[in-house]
């Protein structure tokens, strides 16, 4: 059972272009993470939300939590190629002490 | 600190044989959990360590699969005997979870390969 779903599942654009990805569940979770994972390496995480309505800015990342801790997004303003990587969410729910992942983006920056 | 350490980085082995993963988790942390990701079905939560006590074994795939953690700087995966489809990579993470602080730290995983 794949608690959080993520869209789209690939992604591929222009350097330059805006984009948005999703993750949602019908879970609500007390704190939500998006990590970056390149090629060969393990997951790192970029952002972590706790509040519902939550926004947090990484420069050209905006993160967004939901208002009933159940779903989130991840926009890139002007996307470069070294955004490229596999994009994942993560929750830790309310009962229970696990990080719970979702099934990824996979984001190509064209130059 | 070196981070969260896996190896071996890639293993090979033939069907039936038995494999085993090796976690030495960031000191310091209380939580360690294994994953297993692959194409199709991202990346899987296999069970997950609380002070060195296993709490939920739940996803792990069968009883060819068994992890232990014998003390806070040390985990192992073992399966045997081993299959083609328990070809995947295998990350291990460590944590401390509470408020903002929440975050997995992964080590760079074990690619294994059964043929």
């Known amino acids: 059972t794949q608690l959080l779903e993520q869209s789209p599942q690939f992604l591929s654009i222009q350097e330059g272009e805006n984009l948005t990805v999703y993750c949602n569940s019908s879970?609500?979770?007390?704190?939500l993470q998006w990590y970056r994972q390149e090629p060969g390496e393990g997951p790192v995480l970029l952002v972590t939300v706790v509040t519902g309505g939550e926004v947090k800015k990484l420069k050209r990342l905006t993160f967004q939590f939901g208002d009933a801790r159940k779903d989130s997004s991840l926009h890139i303003t002007a996307a470069q190629p070294g955004d490229t990587g596999l994009y994942l969410c993560?929750?830790?729910?309310?009962?229970?002490?696990?990080?719970?992942f979702g099934t990824g983006t996979s984001l190509t920056v064209i130059p | 600190d070196a981070g969260v350490i896996q190896s071996p980085r890639h293993e090979v082995t033939e069907m039936g044989q038995e494999v085993t993963l090796r976690c030495k988790p960031i000191?310091?942390?209380?939580?360690l959990f294994w994953y297993r990701q692959t194409m199709m079905r991202g990346l899987e939560l296999l069970i997950y360590f609380n002070n060195n006590v296993p709490i939920d074994d739940s996803g792990m795939p069968e009883d060819r699969f068994s992890a232990k953690m014998p003390n806070a700087s040390f985990s192992t995966l073992k399966i045997q005997p081993s299959e083609p489809r328990d070809s995947a990579v295998y990350f291990c993470a460590s944590s401390l979870i509470g408020g903002t602080a929440t975050e997995a730290f992964f080590g760079q995983g074990t690619r294994l390969t059964v043929v």
């Open positions: 993560a929750g830790v729910p309310n009962t229970g002490n696990q990080f719970y």
């Open positions: 000191s310091g942390h209380d939580y």
């Open positions: 879970s609500v979770f007390s704190s």
